[in-house]
């Protein structure tokens, strides 16, 4: 016999005996709970309605206790209420919902989004939730391997984007999955990250996305606390909460941390005239922001036909219960948050000074240890890099990748901005009294062009997007080199290696927290698409032959990041950025003390003293050779220095460690074209 229930906790939780089921719905008149044998039947096995004369509703929440079933059964919802638009309500008893609060989901070979558009009962296509115990999993000891934010390196990565390429040696089950990237910890280990950032691997509809496409990234979320069954090895919706888990457990194991890339700003359903999934059906009105004079129409500042309600107090508590299922659940060590600019406005749209849900996502416990990155901005033009709310935050720094391309590529008014872009962007962040690492420093991310594609093309080719290449950033600051696309010149490969390296070179010495993205180190290439969401194929995929091609910028990056990483010259305690930070810069021209800041200037140098050793850096973007003047750091007291990197060199030549670096004979050190050079100095004793 069906028992009343209770109304917390919301979802499907498994009780001796049975399981109660909880779910929000203020404005339904009625509510059924369906319960499947299979994801592919026609029809549910039973159907449960709710009955608020029995005590099945709470105030606006819906429960009831079913006997005799435990994890691994499938359910779903249907909600009856009004069909009216104009007042918010999107009814629909025809289909079939998730539960927003499900775990786990169970995906049926019919999987239709478009019968979810149209008029019909969805039962044998719709997604179905499924009943979890999260408890039954063995973390065997599991430890975060928090690592602070001045010794973190961050790589961004597509989960199945990373082994799905037949190239990448991963066992043929399991390429592009979860147990996959497991498989490929060694080469990440060996890389030096500290972190992974996960593109979305919230429960998305791929099926969003142009005809014969698929939406490969997934910034399209219908569950905020399942896993995507699509980068799962397995077919049992339970088995993918494990292999998720154990592909943290494994990254944990080997000290590395786990960010995952979420989306907080909008869901799959899209628009007025978007699928009926989840939320739509059971109050459209309180999860998404509707416009206040049209209440038919959705509120857009995703860009994406709908708006997530964010500040709504029930939509909080959604976001913030997934935030701390994501971390006491399944470990995670942080969230990249897309878009958060969002989160800023209230429930009209407007931008406010204390938002809620910030507030309770800065001062929450079980969030106090975790790595929270906001994307500062949105898509209706909301701008917060360095201004993003709260102490918690770090930021995206946008303004560091534009500065950086705008340096190398040559453009105009760039010395100073490089400048202040290479100390954690000090005209930014400087009066917050804020760490260096509020700056996360990219050059590039998934969205644009790869780093090989940022120096070969001049211009973006998405014509398989099937926009009329309409889509994407015209806002690149990209440079071709001399040629579009790819070619066989010598001299323009060389120039193009060059480039690759001074984006490394500044990105991973510089002040903040450098993040990388998958396969650059490799120059992997989309063939100039800065857009390729809907691309689920090698143009998007890691092609692990390029490591093998380009084998002395691989060894470069991994270089690279093992002198940031390490303790500076045995200095306990002490990272390259931490010492940077800690002493006074001195700042240069080609000739000492005379920095030229004109807005045709294309260099730049500065000079640091850390202990008993020296740094020089010296940046030329201009097209002819400078020649350097080089400082003594300390008054009469000669140096020794040595050439560490200079990106005009081929490998392994490019990189040396300090102790086998070549002597720089005499005052002066020429640095060719688009390239850069830092020396090292080792005080000689008197």
Not at 378 to 386: E, I, M, N, P
Request: negative net charge; proline residues 6%.
């Amino acid at each position: 016999m069906i028992r009343t229930g209770q109304s917390y906790p919301l979802g499907a939780t498994p009780r001796p005996g049975g399981v109660n089921f909880s779910i929000y719905s203020k404005h339904c008149d009625a509510l059924e709970l369906l319960l499947f044998d299979g994801p592919d039947d026609p029809q549910p096995a039973r159907v449960i309605r709710l009955d608020p004369s029995r005590n099945h509703r709470t105030f606006h929440y819906w429960h009831a206790f079913v006997p005799g079933i435990g994890p691994g059964q499938l359910y779903a919802y249907r909600a009856e209420g009004r069909y009216a638009p104009e007042e918010g309500l999107r009814y629909d008893r025809e289909k079939a919902l998730l539960d927003p609060y499900g775990r786990a989901v169970a995906v049926p070979r019919g999987y239709d989004r478009q019968a979810a558009r149209r008029p019909g009962d969805t039962a044998a296509t719709a997604m179905k939730s499924v009943v979890a115990d999260l408890s039954a999993y063995d973390w065997e000891g599991d430890i975060a391997p928090a690592h602070a934010f001045s010794n973190t390196v961050i790589y961004e990565m597509h989960v199945r984007g990373f082994t799905r390429h037949p190239s990448s040696r991963v066992s043929p089950e399991t390429r592009g999955t979860y147990a996959g990237l497991i498989e490929k910890i060694p080469y990440l280990t060996d890389l030096g990250v500290t972190a992974v950032e996960l593109l979305p691997v919230f429960l998305f509809d791929p099926q969003e996305a142009p005809p014969g496409l698929s939406n490969y990234w997934g910034y399209n979320p219908i569950s905020f606390f399942a896993p995507h069954f699509g980068y799962a090895s397995c077919n049992e919706p339970l088995d993918v909460l494990d292999e998720f888990r154990d592909m943290v457990k494994a990254l944990h194991r080997a000290d590395i941390e786990v960010i995952l890339d979420v989306v907080y700003n909008h869901t799959a359903e899209a628009g007025e005239d978007g699928a009926t999934l989840s939320f739509k059906g059971l109050d459209n009105s309180t999860y998404y922001s509707l416009e206040p004079g049209n209440r038919s129409r959705y509120a857009n500042y995703s860009g994406t036909g709908n708006t997530l309600n964010a500040n709504h107090a029930v939509v909080r508590r959604l976001i913030l219960d997934s935030l701390r299922h994501w971390v006491t659940e399944m470990h995670v060590d942080g969230f990249r948050f897309d878009l958060a600019s969002i989160l800023s406005r209230n429930t009209e749209g407007d931008v406010v000074a204390n938002p809620p849900v910030l507030w309770d996502i800065e001062t929450d416990p079980a969030l106090s240890g975790t790595k929270l990155i906001a994307e500062a901005w949105d898509a209706s033009g909301l701008y917060q890099v360095g201004s993003f709310f709260g102490d918690h935050w770090k930021e995206w720094n946008g303004k560091f990748r534009d500065d950086v391309r705008g340096f190398f590529r040559g453009d105009e008014g760039h010395v100073e901005k490089l400048a202040a872009r290479f100390l954690a962007s000090p005209d930014i962040y400087g009066g917050q009294g804020r760490e260096a690492e509020q700056s996360i420093n990219f050059v590039t991310c998934h969205d644009g062009f790869t780093l090989n594609d940022l120096v070969s093309y001049d211009e973006k080719h998405n014509w398989e997007n099937q926009e009329e290449n309409r889509d994407g950033s015209d806002y690149n600051l990209s440079w071709n080199c001399g040629v579009e696309g790819p070619t066989d010149d010598p001299a323009i490969e060389q120039l193009r290696n060059q480039q690759i390296k001074n984006f490394f070179t500044t990105n991973l010495l510089s002040l903040g927290v450098p993040m990388l993205v998958m396969g650059d180190e490799a120059r992997r290439t989309q063939h100039g698409n800065n857009n390729p969401y809907c691309h689920d194929s090698e143009l998007t995929w890691f092609d692990w032959g390029l490591l093998e091609k380009h084998a002395g910028l691989h060894r470069f990056v991994k270089e690279l990041i093992r002198l940031r990483l390490s303790v500076a010259f045995e200095v306990p305690g002490l990272s390259l950025s931490s010492l940077l930070h800690a002493v006074p810069v001195h700042w240069h021209g080609v000739k000492l003390n005379e920095p030229d800041l004109a807005p045709h200037s294309r260099s730049l140098a500065f000079s640091v003293e850390v202990f008993q050793y020296g740094w020089h850096f010296m940046f030329n973007a201009y097209s002819k050779p400078l020649t350097f003047e080089l400082p003594f750091l300390r008054e009469g007291e000669p140096r020794r220095w040595r050439r560490l990197i200079d990106t005009h060199r081929q490998s392994p030549h490019d990189f040396s460690h300090p102790e086998d670096a070549e002597v720089v004979i005499g005052s002066t050190q020429v640095v060719q074209p688009y390239s850069t050079v830092v020396l090292v100095a080792e005080r000689v004793p008197r």
